[in-house]
């Protein structure tokens, strides 16, 4: 290749790669402690065996024996999808002790590997268990280079006609090229990527240059982007994206911001590019200002993809974006608007809390998320206006722990982690949300500025570093009479959550006492502490809110009257299952707070779940109906319909859901009509849509697409018209034309036109040809586009199908293992969440519990995520089973 950085000139190489590892930054503060250096760690140590994945004990082997890793790669492109990618590497480092073969990771065909050179002399390919192995012969104390030649491995190339991008997280980069594949060996990365000219392309660090090639060169009607030394990051957070993108440039604040995408819809971009990049804006401000740190990177640039794996993922210089969620039009609610704010702002608080200072090892992933998400809250709070932080934090957190905190298979906040192959099975609801809700209760018993403090010192003392959870721990501790170490170990360290129970004593001279009990949902004797708030309202209508701290298993508060209603959890601060009184069932719009209202749908729910008798699924639904009409706040709408939709689908039986049902759509359409709100009126007609079961219902569903007229005052786009499309298709609505090929033709944007193909075979009527769309995920090839995936199952596997897709169940259990192995890190919940979550049947439940029965040894945390998704179904299955009522 004619670069103006030749790989090969291994002089150059060698000097640019250490001049590379030199440039790493120095820390932020004075203060910062830096990792010891590599002479000064003590006796050499064995080198462990070389055996599959990223074994913890490799990782500490190798943190204690190599320093100053630079990395200097050239990827040469082509625009075929199906050819194969060159990849001429060098790999810089320090050795403290060369006594031992170094393993570089790299998890594909021993044939990518072409040639390897060690200081300058050529050494045999040693590539066994997803290892190269540089022999301890070649290597020398002190610096060495080592010089790869390869074809890169697809894994993680998200490989598509005109584009690819990588996604690296948690232990991937190794299915590229070899790396030291573990978070605590941060390194500087410079890169070249040779291109199709008509490509645009972005990686972390800032274009220094590039050569368009001549057709008399090498390379004609190509193009080289050669990229300035990256900051020193982990090698989870290398990246890159090429491809037919338009780029977007913008400065605020000073601050240029690049973003590149595909978007063709002009009003998405008309009523987007400026929020975009305003909301990216507005979290670095009150990133900046919360933790007294200037952002700390070279640049600050985005990707957009269309049907990305993630909401997003936080590369340095380069996150990554879904791009239908950063891109809305006019008919956008308010939950997805706050959504996209919470989704930038995670995204950039991951800028201080994971790409400045991250996890040593990934056991503690869930601390770079638990700030991520937390900071996202504080700053959708004052970037958004109107935003309802406390209710916003109830909606988004509570029902999805909840979701996995309630099952046989939840796990603590920090989990154990021996191998980085398995490090995807730790990301989950209870790091993305209870883990949230944990921290705003340290916060609440430290206090604010005292927590602030304290994470200001996290981040100064371990910038550009790795830390641990018991790190944070001590400085945080340091700060508070309150015992940390004991409240860490039920908070963080194990799982599960309390049940309460309440009962009021007293009455002589007018003195009351509201004396609050909990015990572990698992019959074990932990307790949580906590505090979380109470009204109480008398048979005259006067309240008072109470602050209940529970600090062992039963808390008594004095109270100044005989309550008539007690209602818990107001301020939606407390975690676990309160109880709700029958009488609450059917006043919660009652109450004025949203936040105690949003609170007590998700207590009602809870309980429901339970098998509380008096608060059974036709009963809550039933109180559901009377509230659809009376809920004033959208999000709490959002809530509310959800929870219905999931009790009619899942938790009735078939009679009682086609007793229901006409009186359902009526009640909801009824609710449409009469609210003022076009964001609520848009919800409404969602779960219509959901829940749409006579033939009348359907008909005018059917109308409504035809003519693509929505119902007055509610607002539809080509998405909402697609997804209305795919909802008549699953009913078999007897068109006189098809219905998906007329939306197909509809569709403009090549993207959204190849999901609508790749969704149509899931939705025929033909069972033979949804029969071989299923087949076809057995196939690796057919599994690339996650998202696409996980949406065709919801459709195969819809309530209304299930007498035909309940046979896939057996085989789509026995793909796990291998969608752990090949998919990203929440495709295997993403995978059985999609495929069990609809089910009630008692034959689909003794499918799943005979699959855990014949594999005793399965792998625990793969076991952990299907007793998670099936937890809704053996639930159903018991619930449908018992007195109807």
């Not at 050819?83 to 990771?105: K, N, Q, S």
């Not at 503690?364 to 700053?379: G, L, P, R, T």
């Not at 199908?801 to 495709?827: C, N, V, W």
Request: hydrophobic share 45%; glycine share 6%.
């Amino acid at each position: 290749m004619k670069l103006r950085l030749r790989i090969n000139n291994r002089a150059v190489a060698v000097l640019l790669a250490l001049l590379a590892a030199a440039c790493q930054r120095q820390p932020i503060a004075q203060t910062v402690i830096a990792s010891p250096d590599a002479a000064s760690q003590g006796p050499a140590r064995p080198t462990p065996p070389v055996e599959k994945g990223v074994a913890e004990t490799l990782a500490v082997a190798r943190k204690h024996n190599l320093s100053r890793v630079a990395y200097q790669l050239s990827f040469s492109i082509p625009a075929q999808q199906s050819a194969p990618i060159a990849v001429e590497e060098t790999v810089a480092f320090t050795l403290r002790d060369a006594g031992a073969p170094v393993l570089l990771d790299f998890k594909a065909p021993t044939a990518n590997l072409h040639s390897v050179e060690v200081n300058g002399q050529p050494v045999p390919v040693d590539h066994r268990h997803e290892h190269l192995v540089l022999p301890a012969a070649a290597l020398k104390a002190g610096a060495n280079v080592a010089e790869i030649r390869l074809t890169a491995g697809e894994q993680s190339l998200n490989r598509s006609a005109d584009y690819l991008y990588t996604l690296l997280v948690p232990d991937r980069a190794r299915t590229v090229f070899p790396v030291f594949d573990q978070p605590d060996l941060k390194a500087v990365f410079t890169l070249a990527l040779t291109l199709p000219r008509t490509w645009q392309a972005v990686a972390n660090a800032p274009l220094a240059d590039s050569t368009a090639h001549t057709a008399d060169g090498l390379l004609p009607g190509r193009k080289t982007y050669f990229f300035a030394p990256s900051d020193s990051i982990s090698t989870y957070l290398f990246s890159f994206a090429a491809g037919k993108f338009a780029r977007e440039s913008r400065t605020l604040n000073g601050r240029p911001m690049n973003l590149l995408h595909r978007e063709t819809d002009p009003a998405k971009l008309r009523l987007s590019l400026g929020p975009i990049s305003q909301l990216h804006a507005d979290a670095l401000s009150f990133m900046e200002q919360y933790t007294n740190i200037k952002y700390p990177f070279q640049k600050f640039d985005f990707v957009a993809i269309p049907d990305f794996q993630y909401g997003g993922m936080e590369h340095v210089g380069a996150i990554d974006y879904k791009a239908s969620t950063l891109f809305l039009d006019e008919g956008a609610t308010q939950d997805q608007v706050l959504a996209r704010a919470n989704l930038v702002a995670h995204e950039t608080a991951h800028m201080w809390f994971g790409d400045l200072v991250t996890m040593r090892w990934f056991n503690d992933v869930w601390m770079k998320e638990v700030f991520a998400n937390f900071m996202a809250d504080k700053i959708t709070q004052v970037a958004v206006k109107n935003a309802s932080y406390d209710l916003k934090f109830v909606v988004d957190h509570y029902p999805a722990a909840y979701g996995v905190d309630r099952t046989a298979g939840a796990n603590p906040i920090r989990q154990p982690l021996a191998n980085l192959q398995d490090a995807g099975s730790l990301y989950g609801n209870i790091i993305y949300h209870k883990a949230p809700i944990m921290m705003r209760q340290l916060e609440r018993l430290m206090g604010p500025e005292a927590f602030r403090a304290g994470l200001q010192e996290y981040l100064r003392t371990y910038a550009r570093g790795n830390a641990t959870w018991p790190d944070l721990i001590n400085i945080l501790d340091a700060r508070t009479p309150a015992d940390l170490q004991a409240w860490n170990q039920v908070w963080v360290n194990q799982p599960g959550r309390p049940v309460f129970s309440y009962r009021i004593s007293g009455g002589h001279d007018q003195r009351y006492g509201l004396y609050v009990t909990q015990t572990a949902e698992d019959g074990s004797d932990r307790l949580w502490p906590q505090e979380f708030d109470v009204l109480i309202e008398s048979a005259s209508g006067e309240q008072q809110q109470l602050t209940v701290k529970m600090d062992g298993q039963e808390k008594g508060v004095r109270i100044p009257f005989l309550p008539k209603r007690v209602v818990f959890n107001v301020t939606g601060l407390g975690y676990g299952v309160f109880p709700v009184a029958p009488e609450v069932l059917g006043t919660v719009t009652q109450l004025k707070s949203p936040v105690a209202r949003a609170a007590t749908y998700v207590n009602l729910y809870e309980n429901m779940l339970r098998g509380e008798a008096a608060i059974a699924p036709l009963k809550l639904l039933t109180a559901y109906r009377q509230a659809l009409a009376l809920e004033p706040e959208e999000l709490n709408l959002k809530l509310l319909t959800g929870q219905a939709s999931a009790i009619f689908w899942q938790f009735l039986s078939p009679a009682q859901r086609q007793a229901v049902g006409p009186g359902l759509e009526a009640d909801v359409w009824a609710a449409m009509l009469k609210n003022p709100a076009a964001n609520s009126k848009k919800q409404l007609f969602k779960v219509y849509q959901s829940v749409t079961l006579t033939k009348a219902a359907q008909a005018r569903l059917y109308r409504i697409w035809q003519t693509e007229k929505a119902p007055v005052g509610v607002k539809l786009t080509e998405d909402d018209y697609t997804a209305l499309a795919l909802a008549l298709a699953v009913r078999d609505y007897p068109a006189p034309q098809p219905i998906l090929p007329q939306q197909l033709a509809r569709i403009k944007n090549v993207d959204r036109r190849q999901r609508l193909e790749f969704l149509m075979p899931a939705l025929s009527p033909n069972v033979a040809t949804r029969d071989a769309f299923f087949a076809s995920l057995k196939d690796e090839k057919g599994r690339e586009k996650e998202a696409w995936v996980t949406a065709a199952l919801g459709y195969l596997h819809h309530p209304l199908r299930q007498a035909t897709s309940e046979k896939y169940l057996p085989a789509s259990l026995d793909l796990l293992e291998e969608i752990q192995l090949t998919g990203d890190i929440f495709f295997p919940y993403s995978w059985l969440q999609a495929t069990l979550g609809s089910y009630q049947s008692a034959s689909a439940a003794a499918t799943v519990r005979a699959f855990l029965r014949a594999h005793h040894g399965y792998n625990p945390q793969l076991r952990a995520k299907l007793l998670q998704a099936a937890d809704d179904l053996f639930r159903a299955e018991k619930l449908v089973a018992g007195p109807k009522s």
